[in-house]
């Protein structure tokens, strides 16, 4: 069962409640039922409140339903509490989310990296909930009385695992330097995919460099990063694409950080290909948490180009005239667009094109004065024959 609350203050709150059933799907589960609240702030004790909750226990009994996931983060009190009320598993939208990536990491750093965020996640949830595993302490020449409990145990287990997983990590950054640096002293240009999970990445980026790479309809398919080469023929020139995970509307913090190693490809990239599912009525929403998650690791200077892909799951009525225009995206900061249809292959050629532009004009701002917004700032003429766009295209 899906249950989402509306606590006001989240303007992204979901009221379909369909991200969190695609991502329920994504791990596995079927979603049996949808309930939906409303509240000024959650409840300290069960979060929706003993109303809610009563409501929620008789919707799983007359599902039969094996579990309850929420769209929000519960706290460790909360979360035990509402199993003890409506008598079957609860989980939140973070820690499904944990068990999507746990479930599709395949690198052995991609694991670490989850394995230490799940970790993290764990050791705020070691709550009091079996006395029962109170170890009695005792021998000559001891106090009696109760011993270490379980749940210092644990503590202390997880914490020696945790510090294990960051300096295995830590490696893996080190190493992951090493292969930037030597990209750099060979003056490759890095250019790496971003976007919001499932908007088309890595069937992008299988279609630029003709890789495998492992593509589906679904949140979260791939974690692993993957860097090719890509030969633009308009440049005569190699650069690296890199296809990174995918972001997702509250993006667990502790997830973030774990995956830092991993997301420095994206904050160390000459040019970022911001993909943008452009068939999705959540369009403007997607492309500012994308914008969010890139400020929060310092990818935000990252010169970006904006690919809106699946075009040709749009109406007719409602295609772009043009492949590519520019729009402004905020005050005085303009970025190009280009309109692709990875799947189809339409607009790819003007994507490679635009790259190539791009990438010679950051080769040539390196042999001379640097200038501001290289490749991003379009000109007041190209900004007049722009074509006009249905307003749910425009961020």
């Known amino acids: 069962m899906l249950v989402g609350v509306d606590i006001g203050s989240d303007a992204s709150f979901d009221a379909t409640l369909d991200e969190l059933a695609l991502l329920a799907e ?15 702030a959650p409840d300290p004790a069960l979060f929706v409140g003993s109303g809610k ?8 009994a007359a599902t039969s339903a094996h579990g309850v996931i929420f769209d929000q983060a519960l706290s460790p009190a909360q979360q035990r509490n509402l199993e003890r009320h409506l008598g079957v598993p609860v989980a939140d939208r973070t ?12 690198s052995h750093e991609g694991k670490l990296q989850v394995e230490l965020a799940r970790l993290q996640y764990m050791a705020t949830r070691l709550v009091r909930r079996w006395s029962h595993l109170e170890r009695q302490q005792g ?5 009696g009385g109760p011993g270490e409990a379980q749940i ?24 992951r330097g090493t292969q930037r640096r030597a990209r750099e002293r060979r003056g490759t240009f890095r250019v790496s995919l971003v976007g919001y999970t499932n908007a088309g990445k890595t069937t992008l980026f299988n279609a630029l460099v003709k890789a495998r790479a492992y593509a589906a309809d679904q949140l979260f398919a791939t974690l692993d990063t993957t860097t090719r ?14 296809d990174t995970v995918g972001f997702i509307r509250n993006l667990p913090h502790k997830l973030v950080q774990a995956f830092e190693a991993t997301l420095q490809e994206s904050a160390d990239a000459d040019l970022l290909l911001h993909v943008i599912d452009a068939a999705s009525p959540q369009l403007a929403e997607q492309q500012a948490d994308v914008e969010r998650v890139l400020d929060e690791i310092g990818a935000a200077g990252v010169p970006q180009l904006l690919v809106y892909n699946k075009c040709d799951l749009l109406e007719e009525s409602r295609r772009p005239r043009e492949e590519a225009d520019c729009i402004e995206v905020r005050s ?20 490679r094109q635009a790259i190539a532009e791009m990438a010679l004009a950051s080769l040539n701002a390196s042999a001379s004065p640097p200038s501001k917004n290289i490749g991003t700032v379009a000109s007041s003429t190209d900004a007049a024959t722009a074509p006009a766009l249905p307003p749910h295209q425009h961020a």
């Open 26 to 40: 994504s791990a596995g589960d079927v979603a049996v039922a949808r309930v939906t609240a409303r509240r000024r």
């Open 53 to 60: 909750a009563d409501e929620i226990k008789a919707l799983v």
């Open 95 to 106: 820690s499904l989310i944990l068990d999507i990536f746990a479930a599709r990491a395949q």
């Open 139 to 143: 021998g000559i020449g001891t106090r």
């Open 152 to 175: 210092e145990l644990d503590r202390r287990m997880i914490g020696d695992r945790i510090k294990s997983v960051k300096e295995r990590l830590e490696k893996v950054k080190r190493q």
């Open 229 to 242: 080469a890509l030969w633009l023929g308009e440049a005569q020139a190699s650069v690296s694409l890199s």
């Open 332 to 351: 005085g900061v303009r970025r190009q667009r280009v309109f692709v249809s990875a799947r189809t292959g339409q607009g790819l050629p003007r994507l």
